[in-house]
């Protein structure tokens, strides 16, 4: 399986920075609004990292080779 950039795959991933960006830099806000305050700033904040890498592996176009390998992994397809 050879790598293979695609710009679709890097505009959404672009998408998905940003998103994971401002969840970051608004997590307390969107933590008090939405969870139980205070208690669940560092979850909503690991969920906005986790957000983050996401995007960049769509964003590189990463995730279909490693989505690829594990597959080819579990399920022994040559």
Known sequence: ???EFSFAS???GFIIVAVGAAF???HQVIADN???GVSSYDRFKFW???TVVVG???MLNL???ILGNLLNSLFHRS
């Open 24 to 26: 970051m830099i608004w």
């Open 63 to 65: 995730h279909v080779f």
């Open 34 to 36: 939405l969870g139980s």
């Open 1 to 3: 399986m050879a790598y």
């Open 56 to 58: 960049f592996l769509v």
């Open 10 to 12: 890097f505009f959404i």
């Open 48 to 50: 906005a990292l986790i």
